[in-house]
């Protein structure tokens, strides 16, 4: 079992930036890719980012590309959302995902999911 908790939302002005945290406990965090999906009440949960086990292979949503950065430090089993250029459509719960497989994450099939942060974009 992995335990993921998600830190580091809040509310921040449109065109600004924020840093949000997932840290992982109870298994090996290292040997997993990590992502970042996001859900608005009544929309599906939509891909953000992805990382590798590594930290050498990213994926974006074209959403998010250009403005948003994923990445981890596994000596301290974090994975980090560094999100800039906020917009008011950035507003959402912030979910942190582990799979194994990056490839899965991309394709929504995760195995450990975080509770979430809730991130609000005013503009």
């Known amino acids: 079992q992995v335990q993921l908790v998600e830190s580091g939302g809040g509310l921040v002005q449109a065109g600004g930036s924020l840093r949000i945290f997932c840290a992982a406990s109870?298994?090996?965090?290292?040997?997993?890719?990590m992502g970042w999906f996001r859900q608005t009440p009544g929309k599906e949960r939509e891909f953000v980012a992805a990382?590798?086990?590594?930290?050498?292979?990213?994926v974006y949503a074209d959403s998010v590309k250009g403005r948003f950065n994923i990445s981890r430090d596994n000596t301290k089993d974090t994975v980090y959302l560094q999100m800039s250029v906020l917009k008011p459509e950035d507003t959402a719960v912030y979910y942190c995902?582990?799979?194994?497989?990056?490839?899965?994450?991309?394709?929504?099939?995760?195995?450990?999911w975080g509770k979430g942060t809730r991130v609000t974009v005013s503009s």
């Open positions: 995902a582990a799979d194994p497989i990056l490839a899965n994450l991309v394709n929504y099939e995760v195995e450990y």
């Open positions: 990382i590798s086990w590594s930290g050498g292979s990213t």
């Open positions: 109870g298994r090996s965090f290292s040997i997993y890719a």
